[in-house]
């Protein structure tokens, strides 16, 4: 039986989706108010059905609650006290434990680079679809990849094993406190090469 093919879209929808990926920003400071685990939920919903080679699915997501992410802030805290001492981990203490919603995403590690490549780049789809389908309900996303997400604590405290998975990043997510920064991308004519 043949598939369905795809809704055909209204310009209104056309334009609000363009909207929705033009204006939607990295957000480096939140309220203090957790979004509903429901609309995190739909969230990951939405994220599952991004482009992966072979219908992998390679990705994981990890829902940190209060215990494991006052955790990996200790974790983050002595890891950067270690590089650059007492006071700036006390810094990173004090910043890290204002996030409101903590998300760790995975990706499965594969003995064939190319596979892991394609995996890689599959997980990153999802979370751009993470972040646009909570960006719809005005919630933001920090994507970071600092060295607590390759930590081996880390791993250990999601009951993963490095072995088998490898991180995509911590996500914070929460709903934006001040002004959404502003942006500009170069013109399509500097990025766009037609090749006859």
Known sequence: MPSQPPTELT?????????????????????????????????????????????????????????????????????????KGEEAGEAKR???????GWLVVTCDRSEDSLRQDEDYAACCCAVQNLSLALWTHGVGVKWTTGAVTRHPELFELLGANPDQERSIGIFWYGYPAGDVPTQKRKAVSEILKRVP
């Open 11 to 83: 310009m209104t929808d056309s334009a609000e989706i363009a909207d929705v990926l033009r204006g939607r920003r990295t957000i480096h400071n939140f309220l203090p108010d957790v979004p509903p685990i429901e609309l995190i939920e739909e969230a990951i919903e939405i994220a599952r059905w991004a482009p992966n080679h072979h219908h992998t699915e390679p990705w994981h997501f990890y829902l940190l609650g209060p215990e494991s992410i006052a955790k990996v802030v200790d974790l983050n805290a002595g890891l950067v006290a270690e590089k």
């Open 94 to 100: 004090k910043r890290w434990s204002t996030i409101p």
